[in-house]
């Protein structure tokens, strides 16, 4: 498996599976010797080094409650007193490096679109997520993938929408490979209130022997579609070789097959404005997935990103009305101007001195 795919696969369970660690460690009684975080912290058989915000404290969790870890610490404001007054609602920093064999082990069946199907929980219940980003974002010379993602789920009795930041980069240690998460977790009410000291914690991370890695969208796809006569262009990037580009104005339909080599991570991003009005429904293979929305950094132009693992997909994008380049209400009054200016324009010639 390539390492652009394990970075997405473990992300995701890497989400999902600290929400299980956390629930489940919130059951423990208080354990006296765990080793207090705060302020700078440093793990040098991790490999890494952070400065966590100033107010918000907590422990390095012993490898006997975290097995798949090289190191777990975690931090909430205010500290933590006991292990038993954590709560997987946040807000929670948490930093978590894992050898990537060792996660694939324990989750084998994890895949990218298969976000939140962990069920039969006492306490935290089924997930449902959607991934709400999915970029890169460079910290100390080196690139690591950042998501956003938000889950439906319930805790005690009662339902609660968790909000999830995270970062995640790749290792080589020890001639094994690594990978070091930090995430950031709160109930989505007090998201906004904490969210940027994570941020501010992720420009302090520094990771010994850290690997870089990049979205692979290297390849830009243009193709002129028809709508009502009128050639419009349809612009598209992917990591993947994109095919049998259609669209569908009955349906108000676009679709394509996307196509790579198996298992890695395929991302295409999509600019269906300039054909197809939203909201957008996206399929693949017939099985409805969350888009994330995007904005090109150049034009300004909105769109939509879809990931993946390769194969041979489908990908369908469903919009609610086709817009043609010039609505065709508006060539009567477009053809009036221009015959106007052709006047004025000729008159001028007629009466110069």
Same mark, same amino acid.
């Given at each position: 498996?390539?390492?652009?795919?394990?970075?997405?696969?473990?992300?995701?369970?890497?989400?999902?599976?600290?929400?299980?660690?956390?629930?489940?460690?919130a059951?423990?009684?208080?354990?006296?010797?765990?080793?207090?975080?705060?302020?700078?912290?440093?793990?040098?058989?991790?490999?890494?080094?952070?400065?966590f915000?100033?107010?918000?404290?907590?422990?390095?969790?012993?490898?006997?409650?975290?097995?798949?870890?090289?190191?777990?610490?975690?931090?909430?404001?205010?500290?933590?007193?006991?292990?038993?007054?954590?709560?997987?609602?946040?807000?929670?920093?948490?930093?978590?490096?894992?050898?990537?064999?060792?996660?694939?082990?324990?989750?084998?069946?994890?895949?990218?679109?298969?976000?939140?199907?962990?069920?039969?929980?006492?306490?935290?219940?089924?997930?449902?997520?959607?991934?709400?980003?999915?970029?890169?974002?460079?910290?100390?010379? !080196?690139? +690591?993938?950042?998501? %956003? =993602?938000e889950?439906? &789920?319930?805790?005690?009795?009662?339902?609660?929408? *968790? $909000? #999830?930041?995270?970062?995640?980069?790749?290792?080589?240690?020890?001639?094994?490979?690594?990978?070091?998460?930090?995430?950031?977790?709160?109930?989505?009410?007090?998201?906004?209130?904490?969210?940027?000291?994570?941020?501010?914690?992720?420009?302090?991370?520094?990771?010994?022997?850290?690997?870089?890695?990049?979205?692979?969208?290297?390849k830009n796809?243009?193709?002129?579609?028809?709508?009502?006569?009128?050639?419009?262009?349809?612009?598209?990037?992917?990591?993947?070789?994109?095919?049998?580009?259609?669209?569908?104005?009955?349906?108000?339909?676009?679709?394509?097959?996307?196509?790579?080599?198996?298992?890695?991570?395929?991302?295409?991003?999509?600019?269906?404005?300039?054909?197809?009005?939203?909201?957008?429904?996206?399929? !693949?293979? +017939?099985?409805?997935? %969350? =888009?994330?929305?995007? &904005?090109?950094?150049?034009?300004?132009?909105?769109? *939509? $990103? #879809?990931?993946?693992?390769?194969?041979?997909?489908?990908i369908?994008?469903?919009?609610?009305?086709?817009?043609?380049?010039?609505p065709?209400?508006?060539?009567?009054?477009?053809?009036?101007?221009?015959g106007?200016?052709?006047?004025?324009?000729?008159?001028?010639?007629?009466?110069?001195?």
């Amino acid at each position: 498996m390539s390492t652009i795919v394990r970075y997405a696969t473990v992300i995701v369970s890497v989400v999902l599976l600290i929400m299980h660690i956390s629930y489940v460690q919130a059951q423990v009684p208080g354990i006296p010797g765990l080793k207090e975080v705060s302020g700078r912290y440093v793990n040098e058989n991790a490999g890494v080094e952070i400065t966590f915000p100033a107010g918000w404290s907590g422990v390095e969790i012993p490898q006997v409650m975290a097995p798949m870890s090289v190191v777990m610490a975690m931090v909430v404001p205010g500290g933590i007193k006991e292990i038993s007054s954590i709560s997987p609602t946040g807000p929670m920093i948490m930093l978590n490096v894992v050898t990537i064999e060792k996660m694939e082990d324990a989750l084998p069946n994890t895949k990218v679109k298969d976000i939140g199907t962990r069920g039969d929980r006492k306490g935290m219940e089924e997930e449902k997520c959607k991934l709400l980003s999915f970029n890169t974002r460079s910290i100390s010379g !080196i690139n +690591g993938i950042v998501i %956003e =993602a938000e889950c439906e &789920t319930m805790f005690n009795d009662r339902p609660v929408t *968790i $909000r #999830i930041k995270a970062f995640s980069a790749s290792q080589e240690k020890n001639n094994t490979i690594r990978n070091v998460n930090l995430m950031f977790m709160s109930a989505v009410d007090q998201y906004n209130s904490h969210v940027g000291d994570f941020d501010k914690a992720i420009d302090t991370l520094k990771i010994s022997n850290a690997r870089s890695v990049d979205l692979p969208i290297n390849k830009n796809f243009t193709q002129m579609v028809s709508v009502d006569g009128q050639s419009i262009p349809l612009k598209i990037k992917s990591s993947s070789d994109v095919k049998n580009l259609k669209l569908d104005t009955d349906s108000k339909t676009i679709s394509f097959t996307v196509e790579g080599s198996a298992g890695s991570l395929g991302i295409t991003d999509v600019y269906p404005g300039s054909v197809l009005e939203g909201p957008y429904t996206v399929t !693949i293979d +017939g099985e409805p997935v %969350e =888009a994330i929305q995007i &904005t090109d950094p150049e034009s300004g132009e909105e769109g *939509i $990103r #879809i990931p993946y693992l390769h194969s041979i997909h489908e990908i369908k994008i469903m919009g609610t009305a086709v817009v043609p380049e010039f609505p065709i209400t508006l060539l009567p009054i477009l053809a009036l101007i221009i015959g106007i200016a052709i006047v004025m324009a000729r008159g001028k010639s007629m009466y110069r001195f």
